[in-house]
């Protein structure tokens, strides 16, 4: 009796373990102990790695690890100048693309570039963002400014890239 | 026998939650925002310096010599290839006119119901700038000029398209 009885708490517990471990129940929370290290983005060992393509180191830049992209770096330097309105700009190409993304997650990965200001697109084409763990991708823009008013908020442009 | 039973369970539980936990989302999401930005000028602040052909009206009829009535500038940092598109407009009342026009050392030549696209292709290096020049002869009446500009590195990682837009008019009004 007292063996059956031993049994079924430890059948419990187990059923129990299994629960909790399959994120079922939504608002179980996790005490994870943790050893690592943090890595710069443009650090090949970075979980996400960016990198800039030839021609285009002062394009894709880092400050305090994280990467910022500044595509007037990839045309000129001059912070004075800017991009023509009513106008459509290739920034790189598929063979020559701005900067390269390499996932070495185990997980796969998802781009997505939203801005401010429409016009400013990524590619290869929306939808193609995906990159699969442990493998890399290529990045270049198309910017097409027709209706972006020069001195108008719209005509700066930040955006972000989302890596989900 | 039934102590066996329990280890068997107790090792099934531990693995299904191992194994579930995987697939929990617990461990495996990653997020990061990594910032973009850019910013658009007017043409005669922008990477393609473009200077006078905002609709600009240029008095100089009947001139022997040639008169510059604009500019273009390569502002970016690649020796570009440029092709100008030049397209006679607003003839209907216009008569009798001549046009020559020069952009660096390359010239085309207009005349009377000329109505026919030209284009000019030219090589403009870096940082550099060409002085667009005209002899026009008229009858006292207008003529205005459509530009359409196409530049292109070498590598085609740089592509630049401008329109003669309403919003945006590259063009040049001779009278």
Redesign the interface.
Known sequence: MK??K??AL??T???L??V????ALSQIT?D?SLSGSVYA?MDPNA??V?AANN?YSSVVTQQDG???????Q?????T??????????????A??PVFNVTNN?D?E?TLN?N?TTAG?SMSPAAGDYTIAAGTSKDFYFT?D???????SP??????????? | MRMRISILLITLGLALSFFSLAKSGALSAVAANRPVSARVADDESAFFQLKGFNNTDNQISNNSTYKNIGSIKNNTRETLEVSITVRPVSLTTVKNWSASLKIGSTEVSFSKNDTAEKQFDLTVSSGSSLPVDVIFKTAGESITLSYQFKAMSASNTTVIHLADTSSTPRRQTLR
């Open positions: 063996r059956f031993l049994s430890v059948i517990v187990a059923l373990v299994a909790v471990g399959s994120a996790f994870r983005d979980a996400i960016f021609g994280i990467v910022s992209i500044n595509l007037a990839a045309i000129n330097n001059d004075a100048l800017g991009f023509n309105t009513q106008a459509l700009f290739n920034i790189g190409t063979a020559a997650s997980v990965i570039l801005t400013l910017f400014t027709t209706g972006i008013v020069p001195g719209e005509a700066t442009i930040t955006g972000k890239i989302e890596v989900r």
